[in-house]
């Protein structure tokens, strides 16, 4: 199974938003560093879905600052 056949995209990309939305407040308010907000976001966001393969979220963190 992909990650694709798991969950809807639009259920993804939402809990990316408000997930991302509450890192990015964080790191503005300087609780977080950088560096913890490019690892946890994605291990958050599958958590959140049900999905707890931490190598998945980091391979997705690698991809998403290289394509971003």
Do not use: M, P
């Amino acid at each position: 199974h992909t990650l694709a056949d798991t969950i809807c995209s639009s259920t993804f990309v939402s809990t990316f938003r408000k997930i991302n939305r509450r890192l990015w407040a964080l790191y503005g308010a300087g609780e977080i560093s950088q560096q913890a907000l490019r690892t946890t976001r994605f291990k958050l966001i599958l958590q959140e879905l049900g999905i707890k393969r931490d190598e998945v979220a980091a391979r997705l963190a690698d991809d998403y600052i290289q394509l971003c």
